[in-house]
């Protein structure tokens, strides 16, 4: 309670009268406060908080005399009590309850047949680990944060710690900055048996992607960076990016490693503009493209498939409901409406039929084509687009038993879905013939609703350095 009462009062995040009249930038104490009364000099001025022990520290050092007979000790007390109520909350703030989820279908028993080689298991987590510069820039969105939690010297320890705690087998982290990549998260990374793959995206822009794996457990057989910008390309014109990279295992257990077994990552941040549905659904159709490229095998199969990043899009979306369904008819649909990011977006603009240029080399159903110096479409209104991955979410979305929505990032402006591990679950050949290798999830590490993230003041926070959550699933490549 006293500590309620302390942030309720004091916190930057729940002070409009005092945020709107400004605060000292160097130690984050008022530098305004409401005009003296001839009060403030009597006796038992200001009331003790209800429920605070009389033995807590703050009690002795700050109530036990409680009569300012000046204007100099009232601000000595009150700035030092500003001072006890930020380290209060920080020291005594408690980090989110996330537990291992066994998958159901984990529970199944598929015998394997003979002569087949042993499954592999792996993890994956995907984390937008918030580049720090972005931070800076959008300074707004992390009011409500204690001032102490977002320098970078404080995030670093607990990104890295948190890496380290989970310990998984292959890392897709988004909004890696550049200079603390190559500084700092790199060499970190290696020490722990990491091999690190990173992707700048275009242009000026500080931050990108990066796919780290475990050297002991997989090797590389290839790194193939995705850029969306195409120069001359009104559509095409930002600088997000995508990293793609074909993986095998190094399988202890066999004699022989089977050469057919590997897998595809990839790893992608779409474009954030919630008003440009037009431009997130070209960016998926290049990387799509190209993951189709490098998983395709010579005998007409496809390689497993895990797609991970930060797709700025919703659950259920427009957008969301074309990967997991491989087709998305939006004739008459709105721009706006494609990511789900707002409920009601302005505007009533349409996406166009085609949706890109056939001069950038990708069909309908996100394959490479011949590029065309003709930019119309072939197929006059085509109002449709597919792809053939078969992709499912690690995650379900919704918290069982009460059906809450699940987040993934929060701030001050929004608390929602926008993360995902998608993969492919069926065996894209039948088991019996050669190559033929699928996709299991066995399990999750669970996320929270809206309501456990306000119980520690939303993210970033002392525990949290990013204003995403990891997240983290378990699968068993088998034939």
């Known amino acids: 309670m006293f500590l309620r009462q302390l942030s309720s009062s004091f916190l930057p995040h729940s002070r409009p009268a005092l945020c709107r009249a400004g605060f000292s930038g160097a130690s984050y104490l008022p530098h305004f406060l409401p005009a003296p009364h001839p009060w403030w000099s009597a006796q038992r001025f200001p009331p003790r908080p209800p429920g605070l022990p009389p033995s807590h520290?703050?009690?002795?050092?700050?109530?036990?005399?409680?009569?300012?007979?000046?204007?100099?000790?009232?601000?000595?007390?009150?700035?030092?009590?500003?001072?006890?109520?930020?380290?209060?909350?920080?020291?005594?703030?408690?980090?989110?309850?996330?537990?291992?989820?066994?998958?159901?279908?984990?529970?199944?028993s598929y015998p394997l047949p003979p002569g087949c080689s042993t499954a592999f298991d792996f993890s994956v987590m995907s984390y937008n680990i918030l580049s720090q510069e972005l931070l800076q820039d959008n300074a707004y969105l992390y009011r409500h944060c204690h001032p102490g939690v977002l320098p970078w010297k404080h995030r670093l320890p607990?990104?890295?710690?948190?890496?380290?705690?989970?310990?998984?087998?292959?890392?897709?982290?988004?909004?890696?900055?550049?200079?603390?990549?190559?500084?700092?998260?790199?060499?970190?990374?290696?020490a722990l048996g990491y091999q690190c793959e990173y992707k700048k995206r275009t242009g000026s822009k500080p931050d990108g992607c990066a796919v780290i794996f475990k050297s002991s457990r997989l090797s590389l057989l290839s790194s193939n960076p995705v850029e969306y910008l195409r120069p001359g390309d009104a559509l095409l014109d930002r600088d997000n990016v995508g990293l793609v990279l074909l993986l095998r295992p190094n399988d202890a257990t066999a004699a022989q490693p089977d050469p057919s077994a590997f897998i595809c990552v990839a790893n992608t941040h779409l474009l954030y503009n919630p008003r440009r549905g037009d431009i997130k659904l070209a960016q998926l159709a290049i990387l799509l493209a190209e993951i189709r490229r490098l998983s395709s095998r010579s005998d007409g199969s496809t390689s497993p498939v895990v797609l991970c990043g930060d797709f700025n899009s919703t659950p259920w979306s427009p957008l969301y409901s074309f990967l997991t369904t491989g087709c998305l008819d939006y004739r008459g649909m709105q721009i706006g409406m494609v990511s789900g990011q707002e409920s009601n977006p302005r505007g009533q603009r349409l996406l166009p039929s085609p949706i890109w240029s056939n001069c950038l080399g990708i069909d309908h159903q996100c394959q490479y084509n011949k590029p065309s110096a003709d930019s119309s479409s072939p197929t006059g209104e085509l109002t449709r687009i597919e792809h053939g991955l078969k992709l499912q979410s690690s995650y379900q979305h919704r918290l069982m038993p009460d059906g809450r929505p699940e987040i993934t990032t929060c701030h001050s402006r929004t608390a929602m879905t926008v993360d995902y591990i998608l993969f492919t679950p069926e065996f894209v050949t039948p088991p019996s013939l050669p190559g033929g290798w699928g996709l299991q999830l066995l399990g999750r590490l669970s996320l929270v609703g809206q309501s456990e993230l306000e119980e520690v003041d939303g993210l970033p926070n002392r525990h949290h350095s990013s204003d995403h959550l990891p997240l983290l699933t378990r699968f068993r490549l088998r034939r």
């Open 158 to 190: 607990n990104l890295l710690a948190e890496i380290q705690q989970y310990d998984a087998d292959i890392l897709c982290l988004q909004e890696v900055q550049e200079d603390h990549y190559e500084n700092q998260i790199k060499p970190a990374l290696q």
């Open 57 to 108: 520290p703050a009690a002795h050092q700050v109530y036990s005399g409680r009569t300012f007979h000046t204007l100099t000790d009232f601000y000595f007390n009150l700035k030092f009590l500003w001072v006890i109520s930020l380290s209060l909350s920080l020291s005594l703030s408690s980090a989110l309850e996330r537990r291992w989820e066994p998958s159901p279908s984990a529970c199944t």
